[in-house]
């Protein structure tokens, strides 16, 4: 029995120095497989979420800083041109009422005519 672990034991160390063999010939094939046992046992050691999420999250803030002031800038716009509309509303009024009041004059004026050429004529 006790050959039996000799020789299990001498198997074992045998693979071991192949594979430490097969490791320092080919660097490559080592450095594959720490990546794969890296990348197996923590994905998160080499892909790293937080700064992606933090430019993302600046990004967005950013964009709704930007979309904020242009909302604003759109509402502030859409209060002068209701002051326009105003304003504009309240100049036809005066004009309407300035046109009217003139129209009057001008039916007094020919009344105040008619009676001054009448009397003339008589």
């Known amino acids: 029995m006790t ?3 000799q020789k299990a034991d001498e198997n074992r160390s045998k693979r071991k120095k192949e594979m430490e063999n ?3 010939e080919n660097p490559q ?3 594959l497989d720490k990546t794969d046992l890296a990348f197996s046992e923590g994905s998160q050691s080499l892909y790293k979420p937080e700064p992606l999420e933090k430019a993302l999250n600046e990004m967005n803030k950013e964009i709704m ?3 904020s002031k242009y909302a604003h800038i759109l509402r502030q716009r859409a209060a002068m041109d209701a002051s326009y509309v105003q304003e504009l509303d309240g100049i036809l009024k005066e004009a309407r ?3 009217n009041h ?3 004059k001008r039916e007094s004026l020919k009344q105040r ?3 001054i050429a009448n009397t003339l004529q008589n």
Do not use: C, R
């Open 65 to 67: 800083n930007l979309l």
């Open 102 to 104: 003139l129209k009057q």
């Open 113 to 115: 005519f008619t009676v």
């Open 29 to 31: 094939l080592s450095s």
């Open 22 to 24: 097969e490791a320092s």
């Open 97 to 99: 009422t300035i046109e």
């Open 3 to 5: 050959s039996n672990t």
